[in-house]
């Protein structure tokens, strides 16, 4: 092919013989870039949090959207029951799976995320409109749709495994909703957060005994609500400094309770949300990476 080329633009055959000789580019750079003398010890992996995804559609719509758009993630999970994870996006690009928001001090969270979407519907056909007509303003457990065990499976081995390359703290694995709560609600109250803690040692969960000396009504009586928002805030969650439960803030409770408290979610702060959160704040207390 090569020699066809050089052959149409007339060239002789032993000019081809000098093209493949060492590259004028390469001899003269005037240095020579070491990395062994030298090393740092002030350093941490690029990649700093995952976030998980539901795609609201099915596995063909899923795959046309994530590989044809301008959405995208590193990974996709179908709901197939077979062995196959699809990897959308090379680890060391940045997906467009995140969007505004922030958690833990970080925003652009494309930036320093690994995104996995989960083929799963979100919210049941039934329910779709269920905040329209004003009457409810956050969608119960039961309005969402269930993950098949074995996507769970997937998703934890995966998550599993990123977070063993880059040392993700378990804070740092979060929902979408976590992220950006007043513009997503995924992956939903039925992402068994739980379940990944206990069985796959995958992200932060309260220790039941902390959560339990916490559960003081004199104490959530007492507390104002900058000192609640400020309780979120020292979690992770992006919360704005308003004097009261305006629509963002209780944006911010529901995604915490979609999370935390998923059974319940209700976007009001109540005594089991407020004991969960401090138990959270004790358990994970200084364990900020952010230099
Ligand atoms: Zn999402």
Known sequence: MVKNIFLAFGLTLPLIGCVTTTSPVATTKSYIVDSKTYQATGKSERIKTIVLHYTVSDNDRSIKTLTTGKVSA????????????????????????????GFAGRTILNDTSIGIEIVNAGIAPEYKDALKNGNIDYHPYEHYVAFNEWQIKKVAELVQDITTR?????????GHSDMAPSRKIDPGAKFPWQQLYKDYGIGAWYDAADKLAFMDTNAFAAATIPELKQQFRDYGYQINNSDEWDKASRDVVYAFQLHFRPRNPTGTVDLETYAILKALNKKYADTSDFY
Request: cysteine-free.
């Open 166 to 174: 880059y040392d993700i703290s378990p804070k740092n694995i979060i």
């Open 74 to 101: 590193h990974y996709l999970v179908l709901d197939n029951d077979d062995d196959k994870i699809y990897n959308l996006v090379p680890e060391n690009e940045r997906a467009w799976h995140a969007g505004d928001g």
